[in-house]
């Protein structure tokens, strides 16, 4: 028999981030559930609750000194904040878990909390880097590097519509936008790039989705790279205390007519203004199509929840459609009522639509959005890019998307792409594998 206790102890590093803790939480549980003894170093900001979790789980809290996500001016501050912060006190609770006699430790860490990685080989324990965001990401991640460091890549390159020389089907305006400095933004470069060397990399798709991207992070990193997802499809969703899901929204969908809403959301961090706010709603009451609409308080500016939606709005499609604060969106991707999903295009929601088969509209604003949204669009063409935000256009996509042949092609696309989810995930698939090859490799550790 063997002997579990032997076993390493993985120690995964939760970020701040919602659409990074998720998938961390996920690849906990699933290693839980291989019998690995499982501890979680989070930031105290936006703190996991034990109580969703495991009973076995340790959870260690890093002194982030951090009170708000500050995603709109510094946001490369915020990152250095969070690594510098953090790191005394990840190092401390390594260190106590090595005296306590832990004698292998593996650390998995979000790659946006890279000091963990610098603090493991500090130590001798193994590190892993975990991604969640697309592998397609990093290649144009890469190629922003190379322009900014040209001094390239000012705001009015953001509105480009040309392709980027030798990187299609990347269009300017695909490449992950930033407002730093060129000061800040080679200061974030080189803490990444000072980062520790990774025994393996853990990515959350799937090998077949982003095959090519794949091979250049292979030659990037040289060293094993796990594809590994779509990781809710691999475990249970622990809640991450992020917004309370509002579930009445799915006795509303029973209601609905089979792919007859369209559902939308941006995500966690997305902050828009009143005017897009406006623009959005006139547009979605102007296409007729039935509507669920996920608005995060606090995501219009200087606005508690809804109160600038337009007047008359509300009245006008009390009949038409719903908002609720935060949906329990892999369930709403899995209706039956639900036809298409307009969304900003992070990487958790296009996985979870595509696991769900339906087709998209693209709004990207930040980040890997543009880059995934150029994917979903062009590429895997699941999805249409809405590219000017006005309340014609929108009405005009949400019709294509939803009622029209177009839409129907798409929805067969996407139909056949949930069949690759399946395919990763079936015993043999490469995601299954890739679990397989993941746990060997930390049993050798
Ligand atoms: N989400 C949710 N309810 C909502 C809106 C979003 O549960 O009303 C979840 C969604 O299922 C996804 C995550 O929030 O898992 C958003 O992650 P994503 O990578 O798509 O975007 P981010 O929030 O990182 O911008």
Redesign the pocket.
Same mark, same amino acid.
């Given at each position: 028999m063997e002997d579990r206790r032997q076993w390493p102890l993985v120690v995964l590093t939760a970020s701040p981030? +919602?659409?990074h803790m =998720?998938p961390t939480l996920q690849l906990a549980t699933i290693l839980h559930s291989k019998g690995f003894s499982i501890a979680i170093a989070h930031s105290k900001l936006n703190a996991p609750d034990p109580s969703n979790h495991p009973s076995d789980f340790t959870f260690l809290p890093l002194s982030d000194n951090l009170s708000t996500i500050d995603n709109s001016n510094s946001f490369t501050d915020f990152i250095n904040a969070l690594n510098t912060n953090c790191k005394p006190s990840f190092q401390e609770h390594l260190i106590r878990l090595i005296t306590e006699g832990n004698k292998s430790i593996v650390v998995i860490y979000d790659n946006i909390m890279h000091f963990a990685g610098g603090v493991a080989v500090d130590l001798n324990l193994v590190p892993i880097v975990f991604r969640s965001c697309s592998a397609v990401y990093f290649p144009a991640f890469i190629v922003r590097q190379q322009l900014r460091q040209q001094g390239r890549y000012l705001e009015e390159d953001f509105v480009m519509q040309e392709m980027v020389p030798n990187h299609h089907p990347l269009r300017y305006k695909d490449l992950p936008f930033s407002s730093s400095s060129i000061e800040d933004f080679k200061k974030l470069g080189s803490n990444f790039s000072r980062q520790a060397r990774p025994s393996v990399v853990i990515w959350n798709t799937i090998q077949s989705l982003e095959h090519e991207a794949l091979t250049q992070i292979n030659e990037h990193f040289q060293v094993p790279v796990f594809t590994l997802g779509p990781l809710h499809k691999m475990a249970p969703s622990p809640p991450t205390n992020f917004l309370e899901?509002d579930t009445s929204c799915i006795n509303w969908l029973d209601k609905q007519a089979p792919k007859s809403v369209i559902y939308i959301?941006f &995500? =966690?961090?997305?902050t828009l203004d009143a005017k897009v706010l406006a623009e959005m709603a006139w547009g979605l009451a102007n296409s007729e199509q039935r509507f669920l609409w $996920?608005v995060r308080p606090g995501s219009v500016c200087d606005s508690e929840w809804i109160e600038f939606l337009p007047k008359g709005f509300i009245e006008e499609t009390r009949d038409q459609g719903l908002i609720v604060k935060? $949906?329990?969106?892999?369930e709403v991707l899995g209706h039956f009522a639900v036809g298409g999903f307009w969304s +900003?295009c &992070?990487?958790? =929601?296009i996985l979870?639509c595509i696991s769900e088969g339906v087709p998209m509209m693209c709004q990207p604003f930040t980040a890997d959005q543009g880059v995934n949204a150029r994917y979903v669009s062009y590429v895997w063409k699941i999805g249409l890019e809405l590219e000017c935000f006005e309340r014609r256009e929108i009405a005009s996509m949400i019709r294509r998307v939803m009622v029209d042949e177009e839409g129907e092609e798409i929805r067969d696309r996407v139909h056949n792409m949930k069949g690759l989810v399946r395919q990763a995930l079936d015993n043999g698939g490469t995601s299954h594998e890739s679990l397989e090859d993941l746990v060997g490799f930390i049993l050798s550790c």
């Open positions: 981030f +919602h659409g =998720s899901e959301s &995500g =966690s961090l997305v $996920a935060w $949906a329990p969106q892999r +900003h &992070g990487w958790n =929601s979870e």
